[in-house]
C-alpha cells in the first residue's frame, strides 16, 4: 500500500468514503444502463451502491495499477471503447499520475449518452485548509469540471457535500450532511458523454470478460 492510499485506508477515511457515496445516491441512483465501472482507492471499504446500473464491477488504485475486478495500467483502462453506461470515480483522481489521461481513459470507455460521476476532496475544506492531506494532489471542482469540459464531457451537476469534518463511521457529526456548504469535505461532479452512435451499439455485457481476456 502507498503511502498517499494510508488516509483512505484508515477507519475515518473509509467512513468518509462511504458517508460521500451514499449523500450523493440520489444523483447518482437515477443513472441507468448496462455495465457500471466503480473506482476507489486501495483497501477501501466497498461501498454497497445501490446503482440501477448493473452488471457492477470494481477496481482499486494501487501503486499507478489498478486491481479488482480485473487488473489495469492506470494509463489505458483494459476496457474496450464505448462499453460503461456509468462511470464511478470515488476519490482516485487525487492519486493519479496523469490526470488529462485518465479522464481521457473514462471518456473513451464511456457509451454515447454515458455518465462520470465523481467524488473528489475538497480543498476548501477545513480539512483541506489544514493541510491534512498535505500528500495528496487535491484541486477545487471547477479544476475538475474544466479538465471533464475539454475532454468533451458535458457537466449536468457540480456540488459540494460531505461533512464538515471526517470522523469515525456513526459519528454523530454524520446527521449534519445534509445542509450544504462551501466548507464540507468533498465535491460531486456529474458528467454525461454527449456524442451520438453513428451505428447500432451492440449490448456490451460481456466488457469486464473482455478485459480479462486481454490480459491472458
Not at 443513472?31 to 452488471?55: S, Y
Not at 446527521?175 to 469535505?185: A, E
Request: proline share 6%.
Amino acid at each position: 500500500m502507498t503511502g498517499e492510499n494510508n488516509w483512505f485506508a484508515t477507519e475515518t477515511g473509509r467512513a468518509f468514503i462511504e458517508l460521500s457515496a451514499l449523500q450523493a445516491m440520489p444523483w447518482v441512483w437515477p443513472l441507468c444502463g448496462h455495465n457500471a465501472l466503480i473506482m476507489q482507492p486501495e483497501l477501501a471499504v466497498p461501498v454497497q451502491n445501490q446503482l440501477q446500473c448493473a452488471p457492477i464491477s470494481y477496481l482499486q488504485y494501487r501503486q499507478q495499477r489498478f486491481v479488482g475486478d480485473f487488473q489495469s495500467d492506470e494509463s489505458q483502462i483494459a476496457l474496450v471503447n464505448e462499453c460503461m453506461a456509468l462511470v464511478y470515480v470515488q476519490f482516485v483522481l487525487e492519486l493519479t499520475t496523469d490526470r488529462l489521461q485518465s479522464i481521457a481513459e473514462i471518456e473513451r470507455i464511456l457509451v454515447p449518452e454515458g455518465y462520470v460521476a465523481i467524488l473528489s476532496l475538497n480543498p476548501f475544506s477545513l480539512y483541506g485548509v489544514m493541510r491534512k492531506w498535505r500528500e495528496l494532489r487535491i484541486e477545487n471542482k471547477e479544476y475538475w469540471s474544466s479538465l471533464l469540459s475539454d475532454a468533451g464531457l458535458e457537466i449536468c451537476r457540480s456540488e459540494t457535500i460531505g461533512p464538515y469534518w471526517p470522523r469515525k463511521a456513526n459519528s454523530s457529526s454524520d446527521k449534519i450532511i445534509k445542509q450544504p456548504g462551501l466548507f464540507r469535505t468533498a465535491n460531486f461532479i456529474l458528467a454525461r458523454k454527449r456524442k451520438s452512435a453513428l451505428t447500432p451499439l451492440r449490448k456490451p455485457a460481456n466488457a469486464v470478460a473482455l478485459a480479462r481476456e486481454k490480459l491472458t
